[in-house]
DNA sequence: GTTGAGCGA
């Protein structure tokens, strides 16, 4: 089931201007009075879709009428699902990232942290994501306080804390609509304890251009069951990737084992060339001689 | 192209 593109969804552009500069420079936002955006009051009628594979839905429109908020999701058009567009490679279900329990103490957590998002994605765009569940209370995305840019990531408030639950459960790791990017929820207010569980990462580099997160995971997994995730890198603003990517263990003899035994071996196309993740969030591997 | 990335007021 997926969600029918509606009117007041921003759309993305009709090219992502490949040349453009690193700010955006010809690509000013809007720039609305106010940045909180809420939904009428409805009722929490239409339930969430179970998935979301939006992943080639074509771009609806080039209307972007997001000033005002858009109509209550009266009626969802569920039905007819598209087959996974995907999973092509290894048949093996995609794994979404894995998600953060909601966070203990106060029960008022009502809040995801959302990120990823492209310079487009206003918060027309990210309502309209969140609308068919009826559930959104309000969504905030953060701008820089001197341009006005977005910074892609923001927050979206929900009605009650089930209900971003549901979100988080549900639409975290699937396809955002129009684009070939999945969303990147979590709890909101995580931020200083997000990350408990130690995870190994290696640096993968000599990555084709057609190998994706998942591609990359596959190709570490088959052979360690510890695989945790892969990421390869993109250009924010191009979508193209950068040629490397990471790949995340949960034991740390595997990840050794796979520095060796991994490399130079085949993903895709090319070989793959492994070194050691520069890893900032002291996770996993420590540098030699502190404690 | 060769070491990502994610918390507002």
Redesign the pocket.
């Known amino acids: 089931m997926m969600q029918q593109p509606q009117p007041g969804v921003a759309a993305p552009p009709p090219q992502a201007v490949p040349g453009a500069p690193p700010h955006w420079g010809g690509v000013p936002p809007p720039m609305p009075a106010q940045h909180q955006y809420a939904p009428p009051p409805t009722q929490q009628q239409a339930p969430p879709p179970p998935q979301m594979w939006g992943h080639q839905a074509p771009p609806p429109t080039h209307q972007a009428a997001y000033g005002q908020a858009p109509p209550p999701p009266h009626q969802a058009a569920y039905g007819q699902a598209p087959p996974p567009p995907q999973a092509g490679y290894y048949g093996a279900p995609p794994a979404p ?1 894995p998600v ?1 329990p909601a966070p203990v103490g106060p029960s008022e957590v009502r ?1 995801l ?1 959302i ?2 998002l492209q310079y487009w994605m206003d918060e027309g765009y990210i309502y309209g994501c969140f609308a068919a569940t009826g559930e959104v209370q ?1 969504v ?1 995305l ?1 701008r820089d ?1 001197h341009t006005g840019q977005l910074q ?4 979206v ?1 929900f009605v009650t804390r089930a209900a971003a639950e549901r979100v988080l459960q549900t639409y975290n790791g699937t396809m955002m609509p129009n684009v070939e990017l999945p969303f ?1 929820l ?6 200083e304890k ?1 990350d408990d569980s130690p995870d190994y ?1 290696i ?1 993968v ?2 990555l084709a251009a057609d190998v994706t997160d998942y591609v990359l995971q596959e190709t570490f997994r088959v052979h360690y069951p510890s695989v945790k995730g892969a ?1 390869v ?4 603003l ?1 979508m ?5 990517g ?1 790949v ?1 263990f949960g034991d740390p003899n595997e990840q050794a084992r796979a520095m060796t035994e991994m490399n130079g071996m085949l993903c895709s196309s090319r070989p793959m ?1 492994i ?7 002291a ?1 996993g591997v420590q540098e030699k001689g502190e404690e």
Request: net charge positive; hydrophobic share 25%.
């Open positions: 990232a953060a809040t942290w990120g990823d309000s905030k953060i306080k892609g990531y923001g927050f408030e990147r979590n709890w909101a207010t995580a931020g997000r990462t640096f580099g000599d990421k890198v993109t250009d924010k191009t193209r990737t950068k040629g490397y990471f995340k060339r070194g050691p993740a520069a890893n900032k969030k996770t």
